[in-house]
């Protein structure tokens, strides 16, 4: 059951820290203009050598921001939770820490899959119909790292769950 806990709580706080850095990065998208690289995150948009602040409130971008922090709450939330079922915290009786932790996992991986979702949808039918040299970046691609990295914990705390709530019989029959 420990092992199970331990392994969620690595990908859950390895997850969390992706979350972060995927959230706050200018690299979600990089494209070419005017003989110039330029990159796009979800809250700036960079020439070379400048930064300008999004000053469109763009829904895709907006709904895409409100999943990231959502996800990165259910993530961090479950990363206390499940640290009070690992040391076995005993305030809280009524409910099972370990099964809200991955609870809480499966909803920051829900919450950061719809956010990859909508941006990878708008950014595909928008960027991919009018601009020909465009790809999308790192920050991009570790937020899919975390999706995965959050499924993970929820898997791995509902393992542990499971090893908890049913033990084996010490006498076979």
């Not at 092992?3 to 709580?9: E, N, Q, R």
């Not at 970046?137 to 790292?145: L, P, T």
Request: with cysteine.
């Amino acid at each position: 059951m420990y092992s199970f806990m331990g392994g969620g709580l690595f990908c859950a706080g390895v997850g969390n820290i992706l979350l972060i850095v995927s959230t706050a990065t200018d690299y979600w998208m990089q494209y070419r203009h005017s003989n110039n690289y330029m990159h796009q995150g979800l809250w700036r948009y960079c020439m070379p050598g400048k930064c300008f602040t999004h000053t469109d409130s763009i829904a895709y971008w907006d709904a895409t921001r409100a999943f990231m922090i959502l996800s990165l709450l259910a993530c961090f939330f479950g990363i206390i939770i499940g640290i009070m079922a690992f040391i076995h915290y005993s305030s809280f009786d009524r409910f099972n820490k370990t099964f809200a932790a991955g609870i809480l996992f499966f909803i920051s991986c829900f919450f950061v899959f719809l956010a990859m979702a909508v941006y990878t949808g708008v950014t595909i039918n928008y960027y991919g119909k009018r601009y020909g040299n465009w790809r999308f970046s790192w920050s991009y691609i570790i937020g899919w790292v975390s999706v995965v990295l959050t499924f993970f914990s929820g898997i791995f705390y509902m393992c542990a769950y499971r090893m908890h709530e049913c033990p084996r019989s010490s006498n076979p029959h």
